[in-house]
């Protein structure tokens, strides 16, 4: 059984940083694209950043360019967002999400979830 599962989450003051952590288990994630979504109140689930298991690649959103990184740890099998000068506008529930292939924005394609980490900002 595949599982995803986040934790780091938590309130932070604005300005401060937060490191995410989705620990994947159940099966071998080397051809899967990772992928951070978050999640806030009355919103729709946007796309954070992404991350090429095996290449290496990422890809983030405009919003969080320059503060945020994705980085992994294939030894672990884990995905790490570390996050950096965060904002009130950064709160939401995050998601980790691995997706087969090259997936990057498209929430819809990938196949695994995790249950998600609550971030809160303070101004």
């Known amino acids: 059984q595949v599982q995803l599962v986040e934790s780091g989450g938590g309130l932070v003051q604005a300005g401060g940083s937060l490191r995410l952590s989705c620990a994947a288990s159940g099966r071998t994630f080397s051809s899967y694209t990772m992928g951070w979504f978050r999640q806030a109140p009355g919103k729709e689930r946007e796309f954070v950043a992404a991350?090429?298991?095996?290449?290496?690649?990422?890809y983030y959103a405009d919003s969080v360019k320059g503060r945020f990184t994705i980085s992994r740890d294939k030894a672990k099998n884990t995905v790490y967002l570390q996050m950096n000068s965060l904002k009130p506008e950064d709160t939401a529930v995050y998601y980790c999400a691995a997706a087969l292939g090259v997936v990057v924005r498209d929430s819809g394609l990938y196949d695994y979830w995790g249950q998600g980490t609550q971030v809160t900002v303070s101004s």
């Open positions: 991350i090429s298991w095996s290449g290496g690649s990422t």
